[in-house]
């Protein structure tokens, strides 16, 4: 199960909007979504209507799917989805996280568990931080990394943020931006569409092989990729596993 990138399906959706475009491999686009101030429960921080609608037009295929910072997001019974959120909305009549816990430590509470497609929206600042009743702002760098840790390959993870968030790039590898606009004096922000490299795309060609000393081992960023004679092999420490390509 995955998630394809498709922007002629967005086409297909939002015939009347402007279009999302690829190309020299990179994604771009600007979304324009009025009437912000319509937000179903007045949730500080909700994404503005057709948000969601709009970042799963994009894909094709199916897969399991991670809102993360979810917030008051509702599930969508089409997709296999998973809400996580440090704390309750307060509300009976809100939806209620899933999982409630800390994103920086994501990986604790999803042993064996990988997602396709992961949707995130963190507080911004340190003030929109203080209104969830957080008293820091989440570490971004960390929270990638934690996404990274229960990313199938080939994921994808869209980031709604006032900035591109700081990210290893042999972990993620950043395909696409989308700027996102709500209206007048509000804040600009930014789609940025991080993709999990696929195992194949690590792959060296057998041609490469021949001119590579019998054993030859290097490091990635996090994960160990090792060519023992002649085979190549990836161990992704994290899952502490050993996979043949
Ligand atoms: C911008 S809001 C997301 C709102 C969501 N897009 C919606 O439509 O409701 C950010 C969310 O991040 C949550 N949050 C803040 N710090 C967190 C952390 N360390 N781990 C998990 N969630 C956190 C807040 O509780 C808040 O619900």
Known sequence: MSFNLN?????????????????????????????????KYNYHGEYPPSYLKRVYALFEGY??????????????EQYDETTFDISSTGYEDR??????????????????????????????????????GCTKLVNKKKVLHECYKIANDGCYLIWLDLMIPIYTKKEW???????????????????????????KDHCIHEED?????????????KGKEEFLKGKYVSWDKDRHNKSEV
């Open 7 to 39: 922007i002629e399906k967005y086409k297909q959706i939002f015939p009347n909007y402007p279009p999302v475009v690829q190309s020299n491999n990179w994604i771009y686009g600007i979304w324009m979504i009025g009437n912000y101030y319509k937000r």
């Open 63 to 76: 897969g399991k799917v991670l809102h993360l910072f979810s917030g008051v997001v509702d599930k969508n």
């Open 95 to 132: 939806p209620q996280a899933d999982i409630l816990g800390d994103a920086e430590k994501l990986n604790n509470y999803f042993n064996e568990v990988y997602f396709d497609l992961i949707i995130a929206d963190p507080p911004y600042t340190l003030d929109d931080a203080e209104r969830y």
């Open 173 to 199: 590898k950043l395909i696409g931006t989308i700027g996102l606009l709500t209206g007048t004096n509000r804040k600009v922000r930014i789609v940025s569409i991080f993709k999990k490299p696929e195992k």
């Open 209 to 221: 092989l021949a001119n590579l000393p019998e054993m030859f081992v290097y490091d990635t960023l």
